[in-house]
């Protein structure tokens, strides 16, 4: 794909993702990038705001994750499994979707593995990211969707609407097959998806690197 091509789409994806919280947001990803729940006091001390207003905040993320203890446990990289395995950090994670495995080693600072199955063929796709780029990806064919969320008004990640669509495919035929019935989905190479991740990284955090 052209690059003016990936550009627009990356610049319409991080406008449709992009919410007033995302200062939180990034937060809570880096500090779960450690491994363990994030308290809320945690949260509030890493970002030098109240407890209050982390309160406040996470109460507008709909899609955030929390432990019994009221920890957070995930939003986008997550403690909880998904399909999407993201090593990082010496620890073992899950993003949300293909996307955010593919966007969040720019946002942390750090290169992560990633293996996710194909979910036509259940064949693992597997790669190491790191800021030079796509590493050692198995298959070599494999490719990415992609769809274009409606305008969010938080930094909620519509997972249902989202990263429920955007997988790893082993290749072209069996994101095809999937494609069929998700007319609305764009289908990627890997290459292309993560120069959108970096790209969205950049347009929808550039005031918080």
């Known amino acids: 794909m052209q690059q003016a091509d990936l550009t627009a789409i990356a610049q319409r994806l991080a406008t449709s993702l992009r919410g ?23 949260l509030a001390a890493a970002l030098h ?27 986008g990289l997550t403690l909880i499994p998904t399909p999407h395995r993201f090593q990082v950090n010496g620890q073992t ?32 796709v597997t790669l190491f990211i790191t800021s030079e780029g796509i590493k050692d990806l198995e298959p070599t064919n494999a490719v990415v969707s992609l769809v274009i969320p409606e305008l969010s008004q938080t930094c909620d990640c519509c997972r249902e609407d989202f990263c429920n669509q955007v997988h790893f495919f082993n290749s072209l035929e069996a994101a095809s097959v ?21 790209m969205v990284a950049r347009y929808r955090y550039e005031t918080l690197f």
């Open 93 to 124: 994670l899950f993003t949300w979707c293909a996307l955010d495995a593919l966007t969040y080693p720019a946002l942390l600072y750090l290169p992560a593995r990633v293996a996710s199955p194909c979910p036509i063929t259940g064949m693992q």
């Open 178 to 198: 999937w494609q069929a019935s998700h007319r609305e989905a764009l289908i990627l190479s890997v290459d292309d998806a993560y120069q959108i991740g970096q």
């Open 49 to 75: 705001v109240p407890l209050a207003e982390i309160h406040a905040v996470l109460r507008q993320l709909s899609d955030a994750e929390f432990d019994e203890s009221g920890n957070i446990v995930g939003w």
């Open 20 to 42: 007033a919280n995302d200062t939180f947001c990034l937060q809570i990803m880096r500090l779960l990038a450690f491994g363990r729940p994030v308290s809320r006091e945690q």
